[in-house]
């Protein structure tokens, strides 16, 4: 998180004023032990995308920016990544 090009600790971000009804934190363990927002739910948190992807490995690349291809095809060589 940043804000005026410095990073915030979230639990500094999340006492920020007008941050909504319902806030969704990803805090470590000592983090939410000593948080002070009041009442919370502590749960674990996974994601799922469902993300319709197109035929080809090109034209799934074709949607990004160079750099962001760049970074895509080092790490399908450095990390064995598949498309």
């Known amino acids: 998180m940043r804000q ?11 006492r ?3 941050r909504g009804h319902l806030l969704t934190l990803g805090l470590y363990d000592h983090q939410i032990a000593r948080s002070s927002l009041g009442p919370h739910l502590v749960a674990p948190l996974r994601i799922h995308y469902l993300i319709p992807l197109p035929a080809t490995a090109e034209e799934f690349l074709a949607r990004f920016g160079k750099k962001d291809r760049e970074n895509i095809r080092r790490g399908i060589r450095k990390h064995d990544w598949n498309l």
């Open 4 to 14: 005026g090009g410095r990073r915030l600790q979230p639990l500094t971000w999340a």
């Open 16 to 18: 920020q004023p007008r």
